[in-house]
């Protein structure tokens, strides 16, 4: 499995349109995609802290497929108006996502 993470912050008056943003256009584009397991939205408790966007991704062809098709950055780009500053992407690889019990 692949484990995308894109780290942001948000600046304070654009926080609800970035979560509306998110979970009604990124989340259902990036949950379309062949091979996505999950997408979310992690929010910091402490406010210092960055928003995280991660996908999970069956495996590496897809995530890199997801990438090469410029969904990822279109999203990006639409979500750049709600970010105080650049976004960076990280990408991990796992044998296992935990599930709950």
Same mark, same amino acid.
């Given at each position: 499995?692949?484990?995308?993470? &894109? ?8 926080l609800e349109a970035m979560r509306k943003m998110y979970n009604e256009e990124a ?10 397991? #999950?997408?979310?939205?992690? $929010? ?5 802290? #960055?928003?995280?966007?991660? &996908?999970?991704?069956?495996?590496? $062809? ?14 990006? $780009? ?15 690889? &796992? ?7």
């Amino acid at each position: 499995m692949i484990v995308r993470l &894109t780290y942001f912050s948000v600046l304070p008056d654009r926080l609800e349109a970035m979560r509306k943003m998110y979970n009604e256009e990124a989340i259902p584009v990036v949950r379309s995609q062949k091979g996505n397991l #999950d997408c979310k939205l992690l $929010e910091p408790v402490n406010k210092d802290d #960055d928003f995280i966007s991660m &996908t999970v991704w069956d495996n590496r $062809e897809d995530a890199d497929a997801y990438q090469n098709a410029g969904v990822y950055k279109k999203l990006v $780009e639409k979500a750049r108006a709600h970010f105080n500053g650049d976004s960076v992407l990280k990408v991990y690889k &796992t044998e296992s996502i935990m599930e709950h019990a």
